[in-house]
């Protein structure tokens, strides 16, 4: 099987691919895809010696979809659907359009003829539950559903929107699951991103600094504690099967603040080591128990990044960064240093790639009104209810139980 070789491959048909098609004129696409396969040996080999031959993926079909084509092939038996998307840059380059590769039993490779605009408003468009929009692709918009996949990670150099996409996707959650989402957010860059969301209801605690961070995780990994117990009685394996309906998002922006250097004073050093290890500790096995890790860096390297929360986060954001390796920290590939310096502009990845503009708004609040604390203390206080909510995180005194909400500790 070649499959392997498809990274080798892919350099050395990228070559051959430009000098074959430099000359040649009036090349369908489906002939480009195939030139494709065939300069990446994106085949199996069958037989042995003489008779040995490569077989290919066998093309099924085409069609229109929404916004542009798309061509069906039935891959040999031997190459996974996870193998295609290492040669969709390939196939997008040879084509000049943008490509997504989809599985059904069967590859579908879908040609946009969409660009993406520069600026898309953010206009709350409704996703279901804990699916949220996230932005608009040549394929139409994409969603992220936290239940499916519930930790994140963003990367991007500054200035890129990493920022505006947290805000985004908090104003959705809110606007979605306005009694069930709570929010803890490590705002290390000075706590000034995220200040006008201190009144919502649903932001349990805002962290500043190190100490404050520290404060609020260790709250976070005693629940925990209390959360897994909980579960174990009642022989739950996930919340997502439990019935419990609080989902308890953290944000982490920027996490490279909570990375230690040389100069870090020793003691602030533990403080940061214990805050990467709760993170770490929530990546692996909060998932499960309804809490969700969104992790943003500017500076994505081993350090600022620990190696567990990377690993345990199945969608990656990244805006343009400055080098190839930085791309391949967050996204564990390439591509984001060659994306378009605009703001707004990355790629996403679950268990497929693609790019995005994500939506702006230059005051996400305006939609959060009716979640404000003194709104909701009025409107508590009429029904003979006090609700106002504690900024701090909230202390469990005792065992929560499996049908609890969030404001039911
Ligand atoms: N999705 C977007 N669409 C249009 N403009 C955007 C978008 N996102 C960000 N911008 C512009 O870029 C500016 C910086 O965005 P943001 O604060 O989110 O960057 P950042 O990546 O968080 O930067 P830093 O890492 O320096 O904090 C915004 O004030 C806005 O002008």
Known sequence: MLVESIGFGAVVGGVLL????????????RDKIEEVFENVYFSVRKGSGKDSYDEFPKFLNEGEWEHGHSYV???????PFSASEKIRPAIEDALNKPVAMEWSGRLHIKVSKIRIPENV???????????????????????????????MIVG?????????????ITTSLCLQNG???????????????????A???QVKGIA????????????????????????????????????????????????????????????????????QAILSRIARIGGALGYRLIFCTQYPTGDTLPRQIKQNADTKVCFALPTEIASRVVLDEVGAEQLPRIPGRAILRTDETTTIQVPYDNDFT??????????????????GRDTKEPRQAPVHDKKPNSEASPFRY
């Open 179 to 197: 009694e069930l989402a709570q929010f803890y957010m490590l705002d290390l860059k000075g706590g000034l991103e995220f200040n006008s969301y």
């Open 156 to 168: 991007g150099m500054t200035r890129k929107g990493k920022t505006v996409l947290l805000k985004s």
């Open 208 to 275: 500043d600094d190190v100490n404050s961070s520290l404060q609020i995780l260790e709250q976070l990994n005693h629940d925990l504690d209390k959360w897994m117990e909980n579960f174990k009685e009642q022989r739950y394996s996930n919340v997502v099967e439990s019935g419990v309906s609080r989902r308890v998002f953290i944000i982490v922006d920027e996490g490279a603040e909570l990375a230690k250097t040389p100069s870090t004073p020793r003691e602030d050093k533990k403080k940061m080591d214990r805050c």
């Open 121 to 151: 408003q953010y206009n709350c468009i409704e996703g279901k539950k804990w699916n949220v929009h996230l932005g608009l692709s040549p394929f139409g918009d994409k969603f992220i559903d936290f239940d499916k996949y519930p930790h």
């Open 73 to 79: 092939y039935q891959l040999p038996k031997g190459i």
């Open 199 to 201: 009144n919502l209801k």
């Open 366 to 383: 305006q939609y959060l009104k009716e979640w404000e604390r003194e709104q909701h203390r009025e409107e508590s206080q009429t029904d």
């Open 18 to 29: 430009a000098q074959s098609m430099a000359g040649k004129k009036g090349k369908t696409d």
